[in-house]
């Protein structure tokens, strides 16, 4: 359908709201000029093409392009790649045509960008994860493309409603799992945010609805105590000169939902909702002055000490800095401070681009960690062995990591993500001291290369010209760089690491239990062991990674899992089935945009399905569905990490499928309980659940302390009705405070 006048008025306004963001960026009238020329020969690529929300296609490179200028404060030649991205994609000019046009720097841009489109919708896992390694390498060529990638991804799922369901879950579940950690790392905490919103209102719309209902209420409560709290100080700095602004915010939905989930709280055990923020103009030392102001508030207010955040001395990975420190109002409500100058909220907002735009202007600028990151991730990179699945898995691993700092014995500090043993920092330093050590003193305490370090430890590597990387190394290994040094070494120092030798280990093996190793049986065991290609199983066993003795054990787990229940299809339909080489059925072709009924009855039908042992969803619960190589279905819950992660990578596995009524058939689920331990506490709860529920408890595990109970109990429902019943039950119990529904985190 061509554009009507609506349409073409409509692009005008939107692009005019761009033209004057481009006024703002543009150092010179040429680089303006050459903005106009970009939108021109974009809206005319794109001319009479439109989104699947209806509206003209144009108005999404404008939004993109906006977010560049607005949220990430990238220059001129970045908002020309907005607006160009996707024409060498969906139209008939080319990147030459770019070229001619706009130059090569800008051509290397949209090319960039261009690739990085064709790498998220590849199908196969593998290319996905390699095209994936591909995308982060244009952090060391040049970040840009992956900023503007992300302001892309931004506005995709701004409106992700249009999308069919089976792709929401990929593009939502590809957005947790790579650019949400890729924004943290990078600083860019308002997209981060917006995402993680997103996500959220997709993935638990029910959740994200409760908490901005409770958020808003709670603001009307509480907004006038925050006004008064901040009056003193606002008095202070006006009195004083300083020019300054100062607001309150609140925690974002998906912060709160996280929150709330990790430690099984409900919303009003959330004590740190509220913040106030103050962004000031310094004089001449900011850091001082940060220091001074704090000291004025906690003059005023009475401070919580603990809840002190130095990001001034110790700025975070991604070049943070601020420091937090949390108070009490008049009314006896806690409300943290966050303070901030000009520059340090410019970095805060815009991340890495803000920080390279001051490091141009000041070349004396002090190195931080995202640069030291970033070096990191190029040396990793340089290692052509490196598996490319492999590195994802690193990578998202390497940006979601929390941090602490160690020093080195000669007392300098060193940023090291939390869990990393005394190798992973010899192996930081240099890899021949990684590869030489053999002890080290912590703290002057002699401890092995396993030992995990604390925050503030001092350590001291002692080497050995005789010692050579070991496998068992890798087994309490937690940086990337480190276990890429080591397996690359055993490789060069080992014969024996050498997929044949490793596959004749496992035939072995399997002969005592009079098994053959047939696809069937690899298959089992690339899950049971989490790896993702056969040749990396059998380097793995040839190095002695794997444990072999647990192979019966894994084939019988998985033999145990694949059962029961059945799924058909909502709209009727057949599905051709076919041999694969080993002369088994498979199912050819499962078919993405149709919706599939997960029943209970055990009658024939046409796929099996079964239930994820990592995240345990009930019926009710927001489900994504993944079709395995034999056909088999895997239900995980929509928030589920794991699903998360292999939607990433094979997002082609995705189906629609939807829960029928459950009647018969149990599902495993947990309970948290807290309260007032006072006598028959547990015989009133346990009779609710057997007398008046009638369902079967599995397990119940209750500490007491101090006349306060906390504990949960497993149990076996049909559905979240059955669940959400229950909870309303017990909460009903006297001397009962909280009830929630909790994770499973290990078998029943």
């Known amino acids: 359908m061509n554009f009507n006048k609506a349409d073409l008025e409509l692009i005008d306004k939107e692009f005019e709201g761009l033209r004057l963001a481009s006024l703002r960026r543009c150092a010179t009238q040429k680089e303006y000029e050459i903005v106009l020329k970009a939108f021109e020969f974009a809206n005319k690529a794109h001319y009479n093409v439109r989104r699947r929300s209806g509206e003209p296609y144009i108005l999404h490179p404008i939004a993109v392009a906006k977010i560049v200028i607005n949220d990430i404060g990238l220059g001129y030649k970045s908002i020309v790649s907005a607006l160009l991205h996707d024409v060498v994609e969906d139209t008939e000019y080319t990147i030459e045509d770019v070229e001619r046009l706009f130059g090569p720097k800008i051509s290397s841009l949209v090319d960039g960008l261009t690739k990085i489109k064709a790498a998220m919708n590849t199908h196969e896992s593998s290319l996905q994860a390699e095209n994936f390694k591909r995308i982060i390498l244009t952090l060391n060529d040049d970040v840009r493309v992956v900023l503007i990638k992300l302001a892309d991804r931004l506005h995709n799922i701004r409106t992700i409603e249009y999308m069919p369901e089976y792709k929401r879950d990929k593009i939502l579940s ?55 709290f901040m009056k003193p100080i606002a008095d202070y700095l006006n009195n004083s000169g300083i020019k300054f602004k100062i607001f309150r915010r609140t925690k974002s939905p998906y912060s709160i939902w996280q929150k709330m989930h990790k430690k099984n709280i409900p919303f009003d055990e959330i004590y740190d909702i509220f913040a106030v923020r103050i962004i000031f103009t310094p004089d001449k030392d900011e850091r001082a002055e940060c220091y001074q102001l704090y000291v004025k508030i906690s003059s005023m207010y009475t401070a919580k000490i603990e809840r ?145 370090l604390r925050n503030g430890d001092q350590i001291e590597i002692i080497t050995a010209k005789t010692q050579k990387p070991k496998a068992e190394w890798l087994k309490f290994l937690t940086t990337s760089r480190a276990k890429n040094y080591v397996y690359s070494a055993i490789k060069e120092n080992r014969q024996s690491t050498d997929a044949a030798l490793g596959k004749e280990m496992l035939e072995n093996e399997l002969k005592k239990y009079n098994l053959k190793l047939t696809d069937k049986i690899t298959k089992k ?189 497993d149990c076996y429902v049909h559905n979240t009705n059955d669940l959400d019943d229950l909870i309303k039950h017990l909460r009903k119990i006297t001397g009962v405070t909280s009830v929630t529904r909790a994770e499973i985190t290990n078998k029943l």
């Open 174 to 228: 590809e957005t947790m799992f790579i650019f949400i950690p890729l924004a943290h790392r990078l600083g860019l905490y308002n997209i981060k945010s917006e995402m993680e919103n997103i996500w959220l209102k997709n993935r638990e719309p029910e959740a994200y609805n409760e908490i901005q209902n409770n958020l808003d209420a709670l603001i009307i409560d509480k907004e006038a105590d925050i006004d008064e």
């Open 308 to 452: 002190l955040r130095d990001w001034i001395s110790n700025p975070k990975p991604n070049g943070y800095e601020a420091l937090h420190c949390t108070v009490m109002s008049k009314k006896g409500n806690w409300i943290e401070v966050q303070i901030r100058t000009d520059r340090m909220n410019d970095i805060a907002e815009k991340g890495i681009a803000a920080h390279w735009n001051y490091k141009r202007k000041n070349p004396n600028l002090k190195e931080n960690q995202l640069d030291i990151w970033l070096d990191k991730v190029k040396e990793t990179l340089a290692n052509p062995d490196i598996d490319a699945i492999d590195f994802l898995d690193n990578f998202h691993n390497d940006v979601i990591s929390a941090n602490i700092y160690v020093f080195t014995h000669k007392g300098e500090s060193k940023l090291m993500p939390k869990g990393s043993t005394v190798l992973d920092f010899a192996y930081s330093i240099h890899s021949e001291i990684g590869n030489n050590a053999i002890a080290a003193k912590v703290n002057l305490k002699l401890v092995p290369l396993s030992t995990v």
């Open 525 to 713: 065991l690339l899950n049971g062991y989490q790896v993702h290609k056969e040749n990396e199983l059998y380097d793995k066993i040839s190095v002695r990674m794997l444990n072999l003795e647990n192979v019966v054990k894994i084939l019988k787990k998985e033999k145990h899992n694949s059962m029961f229940w059945t799924l058909q299809f909502l709209n009727p339909m057949n599905i051709a089935r076919s041999k694969n080489s080993n002369n088994e059925n498979t199912i050819n072709p499962i078919q993405p945009n149709k919706d599939y009924l997960l029943k209970e009855n055990p009658e024939n039908h046409t796929l099996s399905y079964r239930i994820a042992d990592c995240c345990y969803p009930i019926p009710g619960d927001k489900i994504v569905a993944f079709v395995s190589d034999n056909g088999e279905v895997i239900i995980h819950k929509k928030t589920c990490s794991v699903a998360n992660e292999l939607a990433s990578i094979q997002g082609e596995r995705i189906i629609n499928a939807k829960w029928a009524k459950h009647t018969m058939q149990s599902f495993p689920a947990r309970i948290k309980l807290s309260g007032v331990d006072k006598l028959g506490i547990l015989h009133n709860i346990t009779r609710v659940m057997t007398t008046t529920l009638n369902i079967n408890m599995k397990k119940v595990v209750f500490e007491s302390s101090d006349e306060i109970f906390e504990g949960y109990l």
